[in-house]
């Protein structure tokens, strides 16, 4: 297919701006850029960025392509869409561990912060409720706790905005893929120990290499667990993982990748303070604790899959993949349930949950690059399964009068055994046949059109009641986009993505209503500079999303009157403008709007117009500080809010120290809130989820490579 060799055009390119500044001939020069141009695309059978290295061998913050929303690997540049793409090296300089800590310091997402692994990933004013493992989805849940732990993944690829082609009932506001960690055919491992503010420990193993003398067979395995007090009294949070991953090659065309996953938490449940009985934030020391002593929160997944890939003589390549999830969840905690008064005093409210689910995906597809009008162009084509189902029960309550001091006193309470408010059975099945051109009449335009037919059926039962509620039917989503390379360093895109969203709601007629539709389009100019190594994007977007249902007033059932739009624009950095200098930077701009109905998603009021973020290390390679890395970043956001309490906005500083005391061996020190501002990172109500944000804290870690 047609790719770039960047790097002879950037350098014409830079050779041509150092000419002029110096005044040497300029028609030299052009004959020189234009010889060099012509090498700037070359022909090569098959897509070699199948072939692409993990990020934990490139190193550094950039890629040369992602997956994500596009099922064939392209190169940024090419993707008509908002992409990033978190690094393995990023997620280490940060210390990440969670997908919800590293998404709260990705450009263009927002974060509803909770305890680790049980908070809201936002973008563009929507929840993320699934992320996909190498492109399998299953249900993603803040409130099941299901937001994976990331130490089995080489890196994380977020796209903003729908993308119907291969995710068609996912939520408007995109799609997460995890990439796994690979064994390797050469044996290397590493141990990584923390120790930090507020009792945290953290321990981590990772060993892979061949299992056979010829290489053939390799396998990888990776232990993982975390423990802390947390900065809220009495709020541990304590997590564990197991990863084991083996690949064989069955022939030099093929290979079979097998992968288990293991993620487990227990956490005592912060749900946030009380505010005043006018929505007041109240600003009390962070560590208040607003619940029982009892509060408790556990969850474990397990997930297994299974991948076949083959490339075909003459450049195809398919892939047929399977994973199967299984969740479980149980909690039972108490918080505030009411304002604070003015002698102190609050109502105590209960929660309680216990949640099983399943979820198997299936795809298979097949790409094929193909020479038309002298160009290389490339059609991928799959068919894909999905079933979600779901069981759980629910209980909330009201646990009486009490204050501050004495919440965590409180005795204990089975909520679901009292106060049982429901229990329901759900599930979604999607079968899905889509394809994908991307077609080059010319080589600097690529025209990229698609669409998916899909057939779904979703369920529900109410158990307590004993209705039941159902839809199936048929939807196709359509796909559009284009890229044009205006020169060796920038292309202009647009595209037009749909998707939709089966609901649970029902109607007068006890039908569940049919599903939400979205519509996205978005136009920008994307940038390569320095051989792909630093990469950049200025994205404007719109968004609508119709047929969401809303409650009738004075009756049970709703109706399908709610229209939402979102638009916004977003500009991103991220690479290594210098050898040794790595760069995370970004702007969003968002606005929103409910042109119908009258339920305004909390996402929507959550999300302030303005987010800025900003992080920068260096790592010196000579003289007197070589072996030293610096770091440092910023996260910023304007006023945000709900109809009940409003937060002024904030700016959080963050510096990290590292140095190499040998090839093998390094140490770090993070340090969090530099200067220990005082803020709330989400609100709420006046009695719960307004989330003080988290203090100056410092971690020490130390690794050591095999």
Not at 445 to 453: E, K
Not at 603 to 617: D, E, G, K, M
Not at 669 to 679: G, I, K, Q, S
Request: proline share 3%; no cysteine; charged share 20%.
């Amino acid at each position: 297919m047609t790719i770039r060799e960047g790097a002879i055009g950037r350098s014409a390119s830079l050779l041509g701006g150092l000419v002029a500044a110096l005044g040497i001939n300029q028609t030299v020069l052009a004959q020189s850029i234009e010889e060099a141009s012509r090498l700037d695309t070359i022909t090569v059978e098959g897509n070699r960025l199948y072939g692409m290295l993990p990020s934990e061998q490139t190193g550094g913050y950039s890629v040369d392509a992602a997956t994500v929303g596009t099922k064939t690997p392209a190169a940024l540049r090419d993707i008509p869409q908002s992409v990033s793409v978190v690094t393995r090296d990023a997620i280490e300089d940060r210390n990440f561990d969670t997908l919800d800590q590293l998404a709260g310091r990705t450009p263009g997402v927002r974060v509803l912060t909770n305890d680790a692994g049980r908070s809201s990933i936002t973008a563009r004013g929507y929840e993320y409720d699934e992320y996909n493992i190498d492109g399998l989805p299953a249900p993603m849940s803040s409130r099941e706790g299901t937001l994976p732990s990331l130490v089995a993944f080489d890196r994380v690829e977020i796209m903003r905005g729908p993308s119907g082609l291969f995710n068609s009932t996912s939520e408007m506001g995109g799609i997460v893929n995890l990439v796994r960690k690979r064994a390797t055919d050469r044996f290397q491992g590493h141990v990584v120990g923390r120790y930090g503010s507020w009792d945290q420990r953290y321990l981590e193993t990772d060993l892979s290499g061949p299992i056979d003398a010829a290489g053939r067979i390799r396998g990888r395995v990776v232990v993982a667990g975390s423990d802390t007090d947390g900065f809220v009294d009495h709020n541990d949070n304590q997590r564990q993982t197991f990863y084991g991953t083996l690949d064989a090659d069955l022939s030099e065309a093929t290979t079979l990748s097998l992968a288990f996953l293991r993620q487990e938490k227990d956490i005592a449940v912060n749900n946030g303070q009380a505010t005043d009985v006018e929505g007041d934030l109240l600003y009390p020391d962070p560590d208040t604790f607003h619940g029982a002593d009892w509060n408790d929160f556990t969850m474990y997944s397990n997930d297994g899959l299974v991948e076949l890939t083959h490339r075909f003589a003459g450049g195809g390549y398919g892939r047929i993949g399977a994973r199967y999830s299984e969740r479980q969840t149980e909690y039972n905690y108490a918080y505030g349930g009411s304002g604070i008064a003015e002698d102190g005093s609050l109502a105590a409210s209960g929660a309680a949950g216990d949640f099983d689910s399943q979820a198997l995906s299936l795809d298979a597809s097949y790409s094929q690059p193909f020479e038309a009008l002298g160009q290389v162009s490339e059609f991928v084509a799959g068919l894909d399964h999905k079933r979600y189902d779901n069981d759980g029960r629910a209980g909330r309550a009201r646990l009486g009068n009490t204050t501050v001091e004495d919440i965590h006193d409180l005795a204990y309470v089975d909520i679901l055994e009292t106060h049982l408010a429901s229990e329901t059975s759900d599930s979604l099945e999607e079968t899905g046949l889509y394809s994908k051109l991307t077609f080059r009449p010319l080589a600097s335009l690529a025209l990229i059109a698609g669409g998916r037919l899909s057939q779904y059926e979703v369920t529900l039962e109410n158990h307590l009641d004993g209705s039941e509620h159902d839809r199936e039917g048929h939807e196709f989503t359509g796909y559009a986009g284009l890229v044009y390379d205006l020169d060796a360093a920038h292309s202009l895109y647009a595209s037009y993505s749909e998707v939709f969203k089966p609901q649970t709601s029902y109607g007068a007629d006890g039908d569940l209503i049919e599903p939400r539709e979205g519509t996205q389009y978005e136009v920008g100019i994307k940038g390569s500079y320095f051989g792909g190594d630093l990469n950049a994007r200025l994205s404007a977007f719109r968004l609508y999303d119709e047929n969401n249902a809303v409650g009738v007033v004075g009756e049970t059932y709703s109706a399908p009157i709610g229209k939402r739009r979102v638009q916004g624009a977003e500009l991103e950095v991220t690479g290594s403008p210098l050898p040794g200098w790595d760069l995370i930077a970004g702007y969003t701009y968002m606005d929103t709007e409910l042109q119908e109905g009258d339920r305004v998603p909390p996402t929507f009021t959550l999300a302030p117009r303005n987010i800025v973020t900003l992080w920068s290390q260096y790592g010196f390679s000579e003289g007197a500080l070589a072996g030293v890395h610096l770091g440092a970043g910023m996260t910023a956001m304007s006023d945000f809010g709900t109809s009940a309490v409003e937060a002024p906005g904030y700016a959080v500083f963050d510096a990290m120290l590292g140095y190499d005391f040998t090839p093998r061996l390094k140490g770090q020190l993070n340090v969090n809130n530099l200067f220990d501002r005082e803020y709330y990172s989400r609100v709420g109500g006046t009695s719960t989820f307004n989330m003080a944000g988290e203090p100056a804290s410092v971690v020490a870690s130390l690794r050591y490579d095999f």
